[in-house]
């Protein structure tokens, strides 16, 4: 079962930033918080990642809570075309760990 | 970023058939793949594990016999749906991890859209 909890749907205006929380209360000291999103009939698509520091990338921020309970990612910009089903996933880092999906949140970016 | 592919993208079959799906990773090596599930307006729901060399792991309720997996090298994967029946009409989805850089991403493939008649 999806360790995350997340709310499923979410509106944001173009151009606005676009934070997505995500609850992982029961996450383990050695697992990772990861962001994916997909957009319709697509393959998911890697964000970002973070163990317990904050972390940004030209796509995304992500700030994890001190206590590692939840996490919010941030499209600090969103445009049309981030509308997607965003998955927040805990995982190990390792090769053969597989990614378990919870039901998203669908972002909806309207102009 | 590292790139997996799947063939073919969409496949349209008669019920009773065989339907042989390709996962390739383009520009890495994988050990381990993963093949996922997608029914309409659902989330993805992994089937199994498929590991170079060995034998597939799958998840429980995924009929291994129904689906067979062989990872025959480093960078393919391929999945069979046997004996397919409409119930079996998906978006079937692959995955790979490319350990050989320190960020450990795992990179999706495009997908694959069964239809079976």
């Known amino acids: 079962d999806a360790k995350t909890t997340q709310p499923p749907s979410m509106d944001c205006a173009e151009g606005r930033a676009a934070n997505l929380p995500c609850n992982h209360s029961t996450i383990s000291g050695n697992e990772y918080v990861y962001w994916y999103r997909q957009i319709h009939s697509q393959g998911p698509q890697y964000i970002i990642h973070?163990?317990?520091n904050n972390e940004t990338n030209e796509m995304a921020s992500l700030i994890i809570t001190e206590d590692r309970k939840s996490s919010t990612l941030i499209l600090p910009h969103a445009t049309l075309r981030d509308t997607a089903v965003y998955y927040c996933?805990?995982?190990?880092?390792?090769?053969?760990?597989?990614?378990?999906f919870g039901t998203g949140t669908r972002l909806l970016v309207s102009p | 970023g590292a790139v997996v592919s799947q063939h073919p993208s969409r496949v349209i079959c008669k019920s009773g058939t065989s339907v042989k799906i390709e996962c390739r990773s383009l520009d890495f090596q994988a050990t381990t793949m993963f093949w996922y599930r997608q029914f309409p307006k659902q989330s993805l729901m992994l089937m199994a594990t498929?590991?170079?060399?060995?034998?597939?792991?799958?998840e429980q309720g995924v009929e291994k016999d129904k689906f067979l997996i062989n990872h025959a090298s480093l960078t393919l994967s391929t999945l069979t749906v046997t004996s397919a029946h409409p119930e079996d009409s998906s978006f079937y989805i692959c995955?790979?991890?490319?350990?050989?850089?320190?960020?450990?991403?795992?990179?999706f493939g495009p997908g694959t859209r069964l239809t079976v008649l």
């Open positions: 996933i805990v995982s190990m880092n390792t090769g053969f760990q597989k990614l378990v």
């Open positions: 995955s790979a991890r490319d350990t050989s850089g320190s960020l450990n991403e795992q990179f």
């Open positions: 973070g163990l317990k």
């Open positions: 498929s590991n170079e060399g060995s034998k597939a792991t799958y």
